[in-house]
């Protein structure tokens, strides 16, 4: 198969009515756009969001929050997944991902939560942050905590 034996299928291609060509064609004299007014002019198109002269639904909405532009989004791993390295072994975002633990990383990297047990023992994981909790936890158990 190549680009000369590419076909569409019949009746997909419907071509165009052709617009002011005589009153017998059935869309002739004004050519469907009805008498007079805005919309029968030339190079008038109808603004998006427009809806008749009433108010606008997005001005009609209340605005409520605050959504801040410098947030940091963190992809969240729990103690609990940690139990999957070996003793003595480095957790950082390149071996999350090849273990299969985080399929993608948000742009702010991975956040280590306390949710869950450790019976993994001297872990240095190597996180973009970590919450107190999941600190002490670590390190308790022998493992070191590193910020990257």
Partial sequence: MDLSNLYSTPGSHKSAKRLGRGDASGKGGTSGKGTKGQMARKGHKRKIGFEGGQMVLIRRLPKRGFKNPARVAYTPVNLSALNAFKDGTTVDAAALLSLGLVKAFA??????????????????????????????????????????
């Fill in 107 to 148: 742009n702010g990297g991975f956040k280590v939560l306390a949710k869950g047990e450790l019976t993994s023992k001297n872990l240095q994981v190597k996180a973009n942050a970590v919450s107190e909790k999941a600190k002490s936890i670590i390190e308790a158990a022998g493992g070191s905590v590193e910020l990257v």
